[in-house]
Each structure stands twice: as structure tokens, then as C-alpha cells.
């Protein structure tokens, strides 16, 4: 079946401007992640969906990130404000509530110059 | 807080040989999952292993193996045999109790040399 998939895969904006990432996750996944990757870093966890709420969303930087999950499958990770440091790979991952594997999808490369 | 330490950046190895990847992990949880995943130049991270730390038996999944060590606290990779494809970074994870975040390490490097 389909895996995990992210649009944009690259996202170029300018300091400032507001982005929105999306995540369409594995069909039937109820639970759903964000992660962003730093370059020559691993992920690091931002917020998790368990159906359409957030269960834990310490992960956030700061608020000017936000995320939604309104029907319980896509998800939208909202960046208002961006600045360069927001550059990054942020990757979505889906799994089974419960389950120990989280699959994850290609991310989105973004770019604020 | 739990960490993750790969402490290989980047490792060279030949066609056909197996190489190891080092991880040690911290967690005073007695209930935790440990995770290897490989992110290829295409960015996507794939799920290769998983270890439970109450699993009697060393995980195997057809050329990865993850050899635990429960008292050292290290999770170490083999890939056997090794693919000109197995080139790619490779991430060393751990998930804790019921919890459902993942904690990465750093990464390693893999090259495959023909």
C-alpha cells in the first residue's frame, strides 16, 4: 500500500512569510508525528496526533508553530513568522495506535533565506 | 532524559563484508524499544530493526541483526553482507515506556565500496 507522503518536497520562502507543510499518512494510522531534521542531526520529535487531537505537542519550538490534524488523517504543520533557523528537513511519520514502528514519509526540505 | 549516542560518524566498508554500527542508549525505564533506521541521499528514513528490552533474543531481520547487550546499554547494528545500495546514514533511535517519541542518535555514515 502507499507509504507516507509529504508535499512540498522543498518549500524555499522568505524570512517572514508563513509556510504550511503537509502529511498524508498511511491509511488507517491513527497516530501521527512531526519530526525536524537539522543538518548532520538526527530528528528531533515536535508534536504527536492521536486521532485528530494533539497529545503532546512539547516538542514545538515556540508558538509560532502550529499543527492540525482536523479529520484524524492529513495533517498540516504550520510555521508563521519563519526565520532562517526554521531551515530544516521536517519529516512526518505515521503508525498504528499502540505500535511500536513509526513509518515515516520523505519530508519537506525547507529553506528560509 | 533518554540519549542516544552513535559515536561513528562515517565508516568505510567493502562489498560482501559486514560492518557494526555502535549505539549506547540511557534510560533509567525498565520498559524501552530500541530502533535502527537507514536514510538513504533521498531523505526518506526506512525501518530496518526493532528490539524490545524485555526480548530474550537478539533481533534479526534478514542481513540486519542487532546485537543487545542489556547491561552495557548498547544496541549495536550488523550488516551482513553488504550492497553497494547499503550506503546511506544510519540512525540509531530509542523509545521509552509507553511513551510513543522517538530519541535519535546522531547517525553514522555507511559508504559501500565495490
Known amino acids: 500500500g502507499a507509504g507516507v507522503s509529504q508535499t512540498p518536497s522543498n518549500k524555499v520562502t522568505e524570512k517572514g512569510k508563513y509556510v504550511e507543510l503537509r502529511c498524508d499518512p498511511i491509511?488507517?494510522?491513527?497516530?501521527l508525528y512531526w519530526y525536524r531534521q537539522s543538518l548532520g542531526q538526527g530528528p528531533e520529535f515536535l508534536i504527536y496526533f492521536q486521532g485528530t487531537g494533539a497529545a503532546d505537542d512539547s516538542g514545538l519550538p515556540n508558538d509560532r508553530f502550529f499543527a492540525v490534524r482536523p479529520e484524524g488523517s492529513v495533517s498540516t504543520l504550520k510555521i508563521q513568522r519563519t526565520e532562517r533557523g526554521d531551515s530544516a528537513v521536517y519529516l512526518c511519520a505515521s503508525s498504528l495506535i499502540g505500535a511500536d514502528t513509526q513509518y515515516f514519509g520523505p519530508g519537506t526540505r525547507l529553506t528560509v533565506l | 532524559a533518554q540519549k542516544i549516542t552513535q559515536t561513528q560518524p562515517g565508516m568505510f566498508v567493502q562489498e560482501k563484508e559486514a560492518v557494526t554500527l555502535d549505539c549506547t542508549y540511557d534510560t533509567s525505564d525498565q520498559s524501552y524499544g530500541l530502533f535502527w533506521y537507514k536514510q538513504p541521499s533521498s531523505g526518506e528514513m526506512i525501518f530496518l530493526i526493532y528490539?524490545?528490552?524485555?526480548?530474550?533474543q537478539n533481533a534479526t531481520e534478514g542481513r540486519y541483526s542487532l546485537n543487545f547487550q542489556k547491561a552495557r546499554k548498547s544496541a549495536n547494528l550488523v550488516i551482513s553482507a553488504s550492497q553497494l545500495g547499503d550506503s546511506a546514514m544510519y540512525f540509531c533511535?530509542?523509545?521509552?515506556?509507553?511513551?510513543?517519541?522517538?530519541?535519535f542518535g546522531a547517525g553514522t555514515t555507511v559508504t559501500v565500496r565495490a
Open positions: 528490539q524490545g528490552s524485555y526480548d530474550e
Open positions: 533511535a530509542m523509545r521509552v515506556g509507553s511513551g510513543y517519541k522517538l530519541s
Open positions: 491509511s488507517g494510522h491513527t497516530a
